[in-house]
């Protein structure tokens, strides 16, 4: 396999990106100044050797606990709960929410084999634990089949808890991600949630 072979095929691995585009993406590349593809290369290597997830929350940073879990302006009795951590960014965009986070690293899926105990939920019980301040838990999953049966499970473990169970409301179009909602949607879906009830 050539050089551009390779480089394509990986380039199609990332999401959202097909065999076309990956070949446009390489070829690209290739018309660039050297120092340019290596200034590029050197960052995804950096990202790759710097950044990690919070022991506490599972959100992306250079730090552990990251600069969220850290900020003594969030409001601890606050936890908002999302599928991923680019899903933090999403809502941190609209400026709405103060609270902090905790990231699940996916969502339920039993056709593929995501149970509870592939995702960080054994985390988040021991978050609500042990005299923590925590009062309210907005579940901010994706209003997908998938996100919803996750929402739906979160209900249920946290039912024993002293904690208020809130559903982000719907606003988000079904089937569509966090992640490319834009700031009006996700805030107005914050400001509108709702206790979670059978």
């Not at 009795?77 to 986070?101: F, H, K, N, P, Q």
């Not at 009062?135 to 901010?140: D, L, S």
């Amino acid at each position: 396999m050539s050089a551009i072979d390779e480089l394509t095929a990986e380039l199609a691995r990332l999401p959202g990106i097909g065999r076309k585009t990956a070949t446009r993406l390489t070829y690209f590349l290739l018309k660039q100044p050297p120092d340019a593809v290596r200034r590029l290369a050197q960052t995804i290597q950096a990202v790759t050797e710097r950044v990690r997830p919070c022991s506490t929350c599972g959100n992306l940073g250079e730090t552990d606990p990251c600069a969220i879990c850290t900020d003594p302006k969030r409001d601890p009795s606050t936890v908002c709960v999302v599928e991923e951590a680019s899903d933090i960014g999403a809502i941190e965009r609209t400026g709405e929410y103060r609270g902090l986070y905790h990231v699940l690293g996916g969502f339920l899926s039993p056709l593929d084999g995501v149970g509870p105990e592939d995702l960080r939920v054994d985390t988040l019980l021991s978050r609500l634990a042990n005299g923590s301040e925590v009062t309210e838990v907005i579940v901010a999953t994706n209003p997908s089949m998938e996100g919803e049966v996750t929402a739906t499970y979160l209900r249920e473990v946290l039912a024993p808890l002293s904690v208020l169970v809130t559903r982000i409301a719907l606003g988000l179009p079904v089937g569509g991600d966090l992640e490319y909602a834009d700031g009006v949607t996700i805030a107005r879906a914050l400001a509108a949630r709702r206790e979670m009830v059978d």
